[in-house]
């Protein structure tokens, strides 16, 4: 009982701060998108094509969450998208409180689209609200079209499901169709993306899908203000 009371008043004020993390992010009609997923799914190599992609004519933020190093952060970087890199130190997720933290860091009456690149684990970064207005998670062919039955949790929680690395099909024992079914099976609401970062595959379905997303934040923006 003690564990559980812990745990409701760790979420609790978790939750608070990221009220104030979106309200701050909808008063400069920054559009966020949190992206989660097993370690090595490809998060990092499709921001970087994103960026490439988007380059001239919607501007990008990110964080950058890892246990350590600042390896992903700085490919980010290099990529032209402003990063600010969070690091926990063994934690495996990231909280509301890190994301306050990064926001001060960052330029957002800049930025149309934030991403949050979270810590690589398929359970403990999807019970922490962030302040994102979307969530997606990325589940990459190599790892097998079962995932979304063993971590339920986190393809619950989420908005949008990412099959990355679809070039590797024909190589691994991943069925798109099976993917996709055991993915609507725990969430019926899913949107889903097929795309191969490194062959640009599904590429622009997903980039029109982010201008739309960029558009539609910034026309809330001038009704609200």
């Known amino acids: 009982m003690k564990e559980v009371k812990v745990l409701t008043k760790i979420l609790k004020a978790n939750d608070m701060i990221a009220a104030e993390?979106?309200?701050?992010?909808?008063s400069q009609?920054?559009?966020c998108i949190n992206i989660m997923s097993s370690p090595g799914a490809g998060k990092t190599t499709l921001l970087?094509?994103?960026?490439?992609?988007?380059?001239?004519?919607i501007s990008l933020g990110a964080v950058e969450g890892d246990?350590?190093?600042?390896l992903d952060g700085e490919r980010l970087s290099e990529a032209g998208i402003p990063t600010v890199q969070v690091n926990t130190g063994g934690g495996c997720h990231l909280d509301a409180g890190m994301i306050k933290n990064a926001l001060q860091d960052l330029e957002l009456d800049k930025t149309d689209l934030l991403f949050i690149e979270n810590v690589g684990n398929l359970?403990?970064?999807s019970?922490?609200?962030l302040g994102e207005h979307l969530r997606a998670v990325m589940l990459s062919v190599p790892e097998g079209?079962?995932?979304p039955l063993k971590y339920p949790g986190m393809f619950i929680s989420c908005n949008i499901l990412i099959l990355s690395k679809i070039d590797l099909v024909d190589k691994c024992n991943f069925d798109v169709s099976v993917g996709r079914e055991n993915a609507r099976k725990v969430n019926p609401r899913l949107m889903i993306f097929e795309l191969s970062s490194l062959e640009g595959k599904g590429m622009q379905e997903w980039i029109e899908f982010l201008r739309k997303l960029a558009k539609e934040k910034?026309?809330?923006k001038r009704l609200v203000g």
């Open 21 to 26: 993390n979106r309200a701050l992010l909808d």
């Open 29 to 31: 009609g920054v559009c």
């Open 48 to 57: 970087e094509k994103t960026a490439q992609l988007l380059s001239g004519s």
């Open 67 to 70: 246990v350590a190093t600042s």
């Open 123 to 125: 359970i403990c970064p």
């Open 127 to 129: 019970s922490f609200d």
């Open 145 to 147: 079209h079962d995932k």
């Open 218 to 220: 910034k026309a809330q």
